[in-house]
Protein backbone atom coordinates (compact mmCIF):
# COMPACT_ATOMS: atom_id res chain seq x y z
CA UNK A 1 0.00 0.00 0.00
CA UNK A 2 2.72 2.60 -1.03
CA UNK A 3 0.32 5.44 -2.05
CA UNK A 4 2.67 8.53 -3.31
CA UNK A 5 6.70 7.88 -3.73
CA UNK A 6 8.90 10.44 -4.22
CA UNK A 7 12.50 10.19 -4.80
CA UNK A 8 14.82 11.25 -4.13
CA UNK A 9 14.32 11.92 -0.29
CA UNK A 10 17.48 14.46 0.12
CA UNK A 11 19.55 16.01 -2.73
CA UNK A 12 22.04 18.62 -2.67
CA UNK A 13 23.07 20.45 -5.96
CA UNK A 14 25.16 22.59 -7.39
CA UNK A 15 23.99 25.80 -9.03
CA UNK A 16 23.27 25.33 -12.89
CA UNK A 17 23.29 21.39 -12.46
CA UNK A 18 20.31 19.79 -13.50
CA UNK A 19 18.29 16.99 -11.57
CA UNK A 20 14.73 15.19 -12.32
CA UNK A 21 12.73 14.72 -9.45
CA UNK A 22 9.79 11.29 -9.62
CA UNK A 23 7.09 11.17 -7.98
CA UNK A 24 4.62 7.43 -8.56
CA UNK A 25 1.65 7.23 -7.62
CA UNK A 26 0.10 3.17 -7.08
CA UNK A 27 -3.62 4.93 -6.60
CA UNK A 28 -4.63 4.92 -10.43
CA UNK A 29 -5.54 8.68 -10.09
CA UNK A 30 -5.85 10.89 -12.50
CA UNK A 31 -4.69 14.19 -11.50
CA UNK A 32 -1.01 14.63 -10.31
CA UNK A 33 0.59 17.66 -8.83
CA UNK A 34 3.66 19.74 -7.57
CA UNK A 35 4.43 21.70 -5.07
CA UNK A 36 7.10 23.81 -3.33
CA UNK A 37 7.17 24.27 0.41
CA UNK A 38 8.80 27.50 1.49
CA UNK A 39 8.86 28.70 5.16
CA UNK A 40 5.96 31.26 6.15
CA UNK A 41 5.13 30.61 2.59
CA UNK A 42 2.69 27.15 2.43
CA UNK A 43 2.61 25.03 -0.53
CA UNK A 44 2.75 26.94 -3.61
CA UNK A 45 1.64 24.82 -6.82
CA UNK A 46 4.20 24.47 -9.32
CA UNK A 47 3.02 22.38 -12.14
CA UNK A 48 0.00 19.94 -12.40
CA UNK A 49 -1.25 17.38 -14.57
CA UNK A 50 -4.69 16.49 -15.25
CA UNK A 51 -4.12 13.00 -16.93
CA UNK A 52 -1.86 11.00 -18.85
CA UNK A 53 0.21 12.87 -21.18
CA UNK A 54 -1.17 16.48 -19.87
CA UNK A 55 0.19 19.19 -18.02
CA UNK A 56 -0.21 22.59 -16.65
CA UNK A 57 1.19 25.72 -15.31
CA UNK A 58 0.86 26.62 -11.40
CA UNK A 59 1.81 29.80 -9.14
CA UNK A 60 5.55 29.44 -9.76
CA UNK A 61 6.13 27.46 -12.98
CA UNK A 62 9.72 29.44 -13.93
CA UNK A 63 12.78 27.39 -13.73
CA UNK A 64 10.84 23.83 -13.65
CA UNK A 65 9.81 21.50 -16.11
CA UNK A 66 7.55 18.44 -15.82
CA UNK A 67 6.47 15.56 -17.81
CA UNK A 68 3.45 12.66 -17.61
CA UNK A 69 4.23 10.10 -20.10
CA UNK A 70 2.65 7.34 -17.91
CA UNK A 71 -0.43 7.56 -15.79
CA UNK A 72 1.42 6.32 -12.64
CA UNK A 73 4.12 9.31 -12.92
CA UNK A 74 5.07 12.59 -12.70
CA UNK A 75 8.60 13.94 -13.18
CA UNK A 76 9.77 17.59 -12.03
CA UNK A 77 12.79 18.48 -14.22
CA UNK A 78 15.28 21.37 -12.94
CA UNK A 79 16.81 22.22 -15.78
CA UNK A 80 20.01 24.60 -14.33
CA UNK A 81 19.32 24.39 -10.59
CA UNK A 82 19.14 28.10 -8.66
CA UNK A 83 19.78 28.90 -5.07
CA UNK A 84 16.38 30.16 -5.11
CA UNK A 85 15.07 26.61 -5.61
CA UNK A 86 16.54 25.06 -2.39
CA UNK A 87 12.80 23.91 -0.94
CA UNK A 88 10.88 20.92 0.16
CA UNK A 89 9.09 19.63 -2.83
CA UNK A 90 5.18 18.10 -2.50
CA UNK A 91 3.91 15.38 -4.96
CA UNK A 92 0.43 15.03 -4.63
CA UNK A 93 -2.31 13.29 -6.80
CA UNK A 94 -6.19 12.79 -6.61
CA UNK A 95 -9.16 10.35 -8.35
CA UNK A 96 -11.60 12.71 -10.42
CA UNK A 97 -14.33 11.10 -9.10
CA UNK A 98 -13.40 11.57 -5.35
CA UNK A 99 -13.90 14.81 -4.47
CA UNK A 100 -10.41 17.06 -3.66
CA UNK A 101 -9.08 14.71 -1.16
CA UNK A 102 -5.18 15.05 -2.20
CA UNK A 103 -2.83 12.37 -1.28
CA UNK A 104 0.80 13.68 -0.79
CA UNK A 105 4.38 12.16 -0.62
CA UNK A 106 6.82 12.46 1.79
CA UNK A 107 8.75 15.37 0.40
CA UNK A 108 12.15 15.62 -1.83
CA UNK A 109 14.48 17.95 0.48
CA UNK A 110 16.44 20.09 -2.28
CA UNK A 111 19.45 22.33 -1.18
CA UNK A 112 21.22 24.45 -3.91
CA UNK A 113 24.52 25.79 -3.32
CA UNK B 1 -9.07 33.49 -8.03
CA UNK B 2 -8.97 32.52 -4.78
CA UNK B 3 -6.75 33.48 -1.59
CA UNK B 4 -6.46 31.89 1.95
CA UNK B 5 -5.10 33.76 5.11
CA UNK B 6 -4.43 31.71 8.54
CA UNK B 7 -4.26 34.33 10.97
CA UNK B 8 -1.25 32.86 13.37
CA UNK B 9 1.82 31.59 12.13
CA UNK B 10 2.71 29.94 15.63
CA UNK B 11 0.65 28.97 18.46
CA UNK B 12 1.82 27.34 21.59
CA UNK B 13 -0.72 25.76 23.64
CA UNK B 14 -0.41 23.50 27.01
CA UNK B 15 -1.35 19.97 26.99
CA UNK B 16 -5.06 19.42 27.55
CA UNK B 17 -6.17 22.86 26.82
CA UNK B 18 -8.05 23.54 23.89
CA UNK B 19 -6.93 25.38 20.73
CA UNK B 20 -8.42 26.78 17.69
CA UNK B 21 -6.55 28.25 14.67
CA UNK B 22 -8.03 30.83 12.52
CA UNK B 23 -8.36 30.57 8.59
CA UNK B 24 -9.73 33.13 6.07
CA UNK B 25 -10.61 32.77 2.66
CA UNK B 26 -11.46 34.82 -0.26
CA UNK B 27 -13.24 33.29 -3.40
CA UNK B 28 -15.39 34.89 -6.26
CA UNK B 29 -16.87 31.20 -6.93
CA UNK B 30 -17.93 28.65 -4.37
CA UNK B 31 -15.49 26.63 -2.85
CA UNK B 32 -14.48 23.63 -0.69
CA UNK B 33 -12.53 23.76 2.36
CA UNK B 34 -9.87 21.90 3.85
CA UNK B 35 -7.75 21.38 6.81
CA UNK B 36 -4.33 19.25 6.29
CA UNK B 37 -1.88 18.37 9.16
CA UNK B 38 1.90 18.13 8.41
CA UNK B 39 4.19 16.40 11.31
CA UNK B 40 7.96 16.40 11.19
CA UNK B 41 9.51 15.28 8.17
CA UNK B 42 6.18 14.04 6.89
CA UNK B 43 3.78 14.66 3.88
CA UNK B 44 0.46 16.49 4.79
CA UNK B 45 -2.25 14.62 5.89
CA UNK B 46 -6.25 15.32 5.56
CA UNK B 47 -7.63 16.63 8.85
CA UNK B 48 -10.75 17.23 7.73
CA UNK B 49 -12.89 19.16 4.67
CA UNK B 50 -16.17 20.42 4.04
CA UNK B 51 -17.67 20.15 1.00
CA UNK B 52 -21.38 20.79 1.15
CA UNK B 53 -24.13 20.41 4.28
CA UNK B 54 -23.63 21.05 7.79
CA UNK B 55 -21.35 23.76 8.55
CA UNK B 56 -19.63 22.02 11.28
CA UNK B 57 -17.36 19.53 10.11
CA UNK B 58 -15.94 16.61 12.17
CA UNK B 59 -12.73 15.34 11.38
CA UNK B 60 -9.82 12.74 12.32
CA UNK B 61 -7.68 13.07 16.12
CA UNK B 62 -10.85 14.91 17.80
CA UNK B 63 -10.43 18.00 15.19
CA UNK B 64 -13.04 19.88 14.03
CA UNK B 65 -13.97 23.25 12.21
CA UNK B 66 -16.77 25.29 11.19
CA UNK B 67 -17.30 27.05 8.27
CA UNK B 68 -18.95 30.27 8.50
CA UNK B 69 -19.80 31.43 4.96
CA UNK B 70 -20.73 34.80 5.81
CA UNK B 71 -17.65 35.61 7.39
CA UNK B 72 -15.53 33.84 4.85
CA UNK B 73 -13.96 31.51 7.81
CA UNK B 74 -13.21 27.83 8.71
CA UNK B 75 -11.34 27.63 11.95
CA UNK B 76 -10.21 24.62 13.43
CA UNK B 77 -11.21 23.75 16.88
CA UNK B 78 -9.71 20.96 19.31
CA UNK B 79 -11.09 21.06 23.42
CA UNK B 80 -8.19 19.57 24.53
CA UNK B 81 -4.84 18.83 22.88
CA UNK B 82 -1.93 16.32 22.84
CA UNK B 83 1.66 16.38 23.06
CA UNK B 84 1.35 14.52 19.35
CA UNK B 85 -0.82 17.07 18.48
CA UNK B 86 2.41 19.46 17.80
CA UNK B 87 2.40 19.71 13.94
CA UNK B 88 1.46 22.49 11.52
CA UNK B 89 -1.71 22.66 9.99
CA UNK B 90 -2.51 24.20 6.46
CA UNK B 91 -5.56 25.87 5.61
CA UNK B 92 -6.70 24.88 1.88
CA UNK B 93 -9.80 25.73 -0.74
CA UNK B 94 -10.38 24.56 -3.84
CA UNK B 95 -13.24 26.31 -6.57
CA UNK B 96 -16.25 23.95 -7.13
CA UNK B 97 -15.81 21.93 -10.44
CA UNK B 98 -12.03 23.37 -10.08
CA UNK B 99 -8.53 21.68 -10.42
CA UNK B 100 -6.18 23.82 -8.38
CA UNK B 101 -5.57 24.61 -4.71
CA UNK B 102 -5.09 26.89 -2.74
CA UNK B 103 -2.84 26.60 0.57
CA UNK B 104 -2.48 29.04 3.82
CA UNK B 105 1.02 29.69 4.92
CA UNK B 106 0.56 27.40 7.64
CA UNK B 107 -0.07 27.38 11.64
CA UNK B 108 2.74 25.75 13.64
CA UNK B 109 1.21 24.33 17.17
CA UNK B 110 3.47 23.48 19.91
CA UNK B 111 2.05 21.45 22.57
CA UNK B 112 3.91 21.56 26.03
CA UNK B 113 3.28 19.28 28.92
Known amino acids: NAGVTQTPKFRVLKTGQSMTLLCAQDMNHEYMYWYRQDPGMGLRLIHYSVGEGTTAKGEVPDGYNVSRLKKQNFLLGLESAAPSQTSVYFCASRPDREVYIQYFGAGTRLSVL | ?113
Open chain 2, 1 to 113: AQSVTQLDSQVPVFEEAPVELRCNYSSSVSVYLFWYVQYPNQGLQLLLKYLSGSTLVKGINGFEAEFNKSQTSFHLRKPSVHISDTAEYFCAVGPVGGVKFQFGAGTQVVVTP
